[in-house]
């Protein structure tokens, strides 16, 4: 049975080919991309930790940034 | 109806959204899998060199999809000046890349049992190739300029040329005398695809389209994110 599948009557070589072709490009999309977010949340919060404390609240008082805060899963505030 | 694109309400959804997305695009997917290369039956004069199309026929689909998504979606950022669209639109793109790919490297694949050659400069598959430079084109110009006004100029009238090709890919089999084979499934019309092999390709397609969602989600708040450490400069 399992033999059936990986040969698929000659044509396995090339059937498995294009699937681990694609899910190796999802694989890599996906890492890139998570990297890059995890990257500008860590700067977010390295930045935002240096503020005043003046300036903290005026941050928190915008919607999108208070959004950020809430969920940045490196956010130490 | 433009404030719904609002970056404050949509931050609130995309921020949350990736994690439930991921679980169903993985649900998804394993079924799709299963069915693809267990369950679904080998064509009978392809045999099972067949189940290459699980692959290949939802990549071009969803990279032609987002193409014209993002055309349109410059197209309002040009002419309503819509601040949100270019980051929708900028989020979109490697995606649609990533598939447009995929769609040219394992139809590459399949045309050699089929076709005895990898490659052939078919209509179809050269305008599909074109297509791959407007996505290359059109991430560069993000890259490439400093100002964000240019950058988004010169990204939406490059993705509003690159909307010419998309009817080209789509009649290209008609138009012309071509390698690749006729569109099997019509919206419109009959499709000639069985439905034991049209499951399994509706599947697929559901998880492709799930995850090319997830890969915008993420790279949306990337964006966003960007931005607002820019604005933290200003405060």
Same mark, same amino acid.
């Given at each position: ?13 090339y ?5 681990s @072709?694609?899910l ?9 991309? /998570?990297?890059? $977010?995890? +990257?500008e949340? &860590?700067?977010?919060?390295?930045? @935002? ?11 928190? /008082?915008?919607? $999108?940034? +208070?959004?950020? &805060? ?5 956010s130490k505030? | 109806?433009?404030?719904y ?5 949509i ?45 290949h ?18 197209f ?29 490297v ?39 300029f ?22 080209i ?14 569109s099997?499934?019509n ?6 695809i ?14 492709f389209?799930?995850?090319?969602f ?9 964006e ?12």
């Amino acid at each position: 049975m399992i033999k059936e599948i990986v040969l698929m009557n000659g044509y396995g070589i090339y059937v498995l080919s294009a699937f681990s @072709f694609t899910l190796i490009s999802f694989a890599v999309l996906y890492l890139t991309i /998570k990297f890059q $977010l995890v +990257r500008e949340q &860590i700067k977010f919060n390295r930045k @935002f930790a240096n503020l005043t404390s003046e300036k903290i609240e005026s941050a928190k /008082k915008q919607k $999108l940034y +208070r959004e950020i &805060i809430i969920n940045t899963s490196t956010s130490k505030i | 109806m433009l404030n719904y694109f609002d970056p404050n309400k949509i931050f609130a959804f995309t921020s949350r959204a990736p994690k439930y997305v991921f679980f169903i695009f993985v649900i998804t997917l394993t079924v799709g899998l299963l069915e693809a290369l267990v369950l679904s039956p080998e064509d009978y004069i392809q045999s099972d060199s067949v189940r290459i199309m699980y692959v290949h026929v939802p990549s071009a689909w969803i990279s032609l999809g987002i193409f014209t998504l993002i055309a349109i979606l410059s197209f309002g950022s040009l002419f309503f000046k819509n601040k949100n669209f270019p980051i929708i639109s900028k989020s979109l793109a490697p995606s649609g890349l990533v598939f447009n790919i995929i769609a040219l490297v394992t139809g590459s694949i399949w045309g050699k049992p089929t076709w005895g050659t990898w490659w052939a400069w078919d209509a179809r598959i050269t305008s599909m190739l074109i297509l791959a430079f407007f996505y290359l084109i059109y991430i560069l110009a993000w890259r490439v300029f400093e100002k964000e006004e240019i950058k988004i100029k010169v990204s939406s009238i490059i993705a509003i040329l690159g909307l010419v090709n998309i009817p080209i890919i789509k009649y290209s089999v008609d138009w012309w005398s071509t390698l690749h084979q006729p569109s099997s499934v019509n919206l419109l019309s009959k499709t000639s695809i069985d439905q034991s092999m049209l499951v399994p390709l509706a599947i697929m397609t559901a998880a492709f389209a799930l995850f090319s969602f997830l890969i915008f989600l993420m790279k949306y708040n990337t964006e966003l994110i960007k931005l607002k450490n820019k604005g933290l400069d200003r405060l």
